[in-house]
Structures are given as structure tokens and as C-alpha cells.
């Protein structure tokens, strides 16, 4: 295996990392308003997030760094093609990091109100946002010699608003089942209940997200290529499917588990689609970005690779360090601090 090839199989890991575990993140915050009917029981909510959302960010830093560092040339490009998109991304973010930290601030109604709202809003520009920028980048962006040719509008084709809708949906689905995971009472059965009635919608729309993908893009040709990697699509609808069958059954743990699974198979489908490219042109493919024209020297991937081999364990033992401190289920009572958490 060549380093281009390690980088790009490490660049796919880190981003199935960034949105199974952030990715119930975004579904809490877009149901926060839906789920929590009163304040104790927000309260519940922001406590389930509290010490563990900053960390599951973690992972989005990384894959960006490792974009920057592994492949510079798609990096240079992806951010200065979805520029507007990915601002409004990070205003986003600031505002659901700002929205946590600023509601227990003052007493007043119509103050946490504000904050409860523009964390709804800010999750789910998110989860849209993220899925319109990768559906771009599996559709092909319009580039040629010089660069991006096209606007903001430009990238929200159809296929792309679908797959911005899909990502919301499985991100929905996802976060209610890690509420009904750490809550319990009315809260967790609440949430099961609107995962069940998610999941009923979620496993049709992959079917359909899976078909619409075949006719708006080329991600079907490696599986032509490589039949093996059918695999892929059929597991991550088995793990959906395994994801309902415990849903049904009230088995909690084992439902969260499976969309854990789901989520990582689902979008290593469009990974593995991409491979070998990063950015393909919808102009020519001439003008596409692979893992081989767009890579860092090999000195750099092999440093790279040493650095990675340290920090990354460090950064998983810090995390199951986190999730097993904050393993224990919450219950809803009222708040006992400013912030919830």
C-alpha cells in the first residue's frame, strides 16, 4: 500500500469518526426543541451532550488538518470551492458552541429561549450544509484549469439537497437513539418513539439516496469495477436494519450500536465510490484531483504517519476515557447549575 493510498483510507476513517460520533450530536441539537418539553428535561439533554461534544469535534479538526497536510492541492481546492458553504459551517458551529455556553447566563424565558432556537438552527445548517458539500464532492465540481467555475447557487443542485436531507434525516435518527441511550423515563421513551418513527422513514430513503446517487454520479463504477465492495452498501443497510429490529425490541444499547455501524458503512459507501479521486471535475475529468496529483511529498506523508501513529491512539484512549467517566444514565431533575452540564 502506497502512502497516498494509507492517507486516503486514514482521511475516510477520520471523517466516519467526525460524524458517527458528532453526528448524534447534531440529531440531539435538531431535536432539542421536539424532545425537550420543559426544562428539566433540556436541562437532561445539554447534560447528555456536555462532555462529550467538544471532544467528538476532535475529529473534525483532524480530517480537515489531514486534508491540509495529505493532500494540499484538494484541500486549497475544496475550500475555495465550497468557500460560502464552509463559512456558514463555521459560523454555525460558533453559534451552537456559543448557544450551549450562553443560555444559563441570564433568567429570563425569552433569553434561553433565543439559545435554545439558534442551537436547532445551528445543528441542523450543520448537518444540511455538510451533506450538500459532500454530495458536491461525489457529483464532481465544476473545475477546469483555473479553478472553480461556478457560485453558492451552483452547488445546490438536486443531488445535493438531497443529500444534504439525507444527512439530516440519519443524523436525526442517530442523535434520538443516543438519547434514548443516556436518558431514561419519560425523555428516553420519548426518544425511542421518535427514532422508531425516523427509522421507519430513514430505511426507504437509503434505498432511494442509493438510486439517485447512481443517476447523479460515478460513484457506481469502482463497485462495477469491484464487485466486492457491494459488500459495503449491503451491510450498512443490514446494520439500518438491525438498528430497527432492536428499536422495536427496547433494545436501546444494541439499536445505538447498530446506527453507529450504519452511519460508518453508509458514508464509506460514498468513499469508496470516490477512491482514487478527491475532487472530481464535472468538466472534464482531466481536470480532477486524485490521491496521486494531489498529495504532499512522501516525506511529508511518512512524518505524517509517524505523528499519527502517536497522537491518534492518544486521542481514542482520551475519548473511551471520556464516554466510560460519563457512562452512567441521566435522569431528569432540575438543573442544579447556570449551565445544565
Known amino acids: 500500500m502506497t502512502l497516498q493510498i494509507l492517507w486516503f483510507v486514514l482521511w475516510g476513517i477520520l471523517w466516519a469518526a467526525y460524524f458517527v460520533l458528532d453526528g448524534f450530536d447534531l440529531g440531539t441539537g435538531i431535536l432539542y426543541r421536539l424532545l425537550g418539553r420543559d426544562e428539566p428535561e433540556r436541562a437532561a439533554l445539554r447534560l447528555s451532550l456536555g462532555p462529550v461534544w467538544g471532544g467528538n469535534e476532535v475529529w473534525l479538526i483532524a480530517a480537515g488538518g489531514a486534508t491540509f497536510a495529505a493532500f494540499p492541492a484538494a484541500y486549497a481546492v475544496m475550500f475555495s470551492s465550497l468557500y ?40 441542523l445548517g450543520i448537518a444540511f450544509l455538510f451533506g450538500a458539500a459532500f454530495g458536491n464532492l461525489f457529483r464532481g465540481l465544476p473545475i477546469d484549469e483555473g479553478g472553480f467555475r461556478g457560485t453558492f447557487f451552483s452547488l445546490l443542485s438536486p443531488y445535493a439537497l438531497v443529500t444534504g436531507l439525507f444527512f439530516v434525516l440519519v443524523f436525526c435518527g442517530h442523535g434520538a437513539l443516543w438519547v434514548a441511550f443516556r436518558t431514561q423515563g419519560n425523555l428516553g421513551s420519548r426518544a425511542l418513539g421518535i427514532a422508531r418513527g425516523i427509522w421507519a422513514f430513514l430505511l426507504p430513503a437509503f434505498v432511494v439516496f442509493l438510486a439517485v446517487t447512481s443517476f447523479s ?89 509517524c505523528a499519527a501513529l502517536v497522537l491518534v491512539p492518544i486521542v481514542i484512549a482520551y475519548q473511551i476515557w471520556v464516554y466510560r467517566v460519563f457512562r452512567g444514565k441521566i435522569s431528569v431533575s432540575p438543573p442544579s447549575g447556570d449551565e445544565g452540564y
Not at 85 to 113: C, H, M, N, P, T
Open 84 to 123: 460560502s458553504a464552509l463559512l456558514i459551517v463555521l459560523v454555525a458551529f460558533v453559534f451552537r458552541g456559543v448557544s450551549l455556553e450562553f443560555r444559563g447566563k441570564r433568567d429570563s424565558a425569552g433569553w434561553k429561549k433565543f439559545w435554545d432556537v439558534g442551537l436547532v438552527v445551528a445543528s
Open 217 to 305: 454520479t460515478d460513484l457506481e463504477n469502482n463497485y462495477l469495477r469491484h464487485p466486492r465492495w457491494t459488500g459495503v452498501p449491503v451491510l450498512a443497510l443490514l446494520a439500518l436494519a438491525a438498528a430497527g429490529y432492536f428499536i422495536l425490541k427496547v433494545r436501546v444499547r444494541q439499536a445505538f450500536y447498530a446506527s453507529c455501524a450504519a452511519v460508518v458503512l453508509t458514508f464509506s459507501i460514498g468513499f469508496i465510490g470516490l477512491y482514487p479521486g478527491l475532487v472530481p471535475s464535472r468538466l472534464s475529468p482531466a481536470f480532477g484531483l486524485t490521491i496521486f496529483n494531489a498529495s504532499s511529498s512522501p516525506l511529508t506523508l511518512r512524518i505524517m504517519t
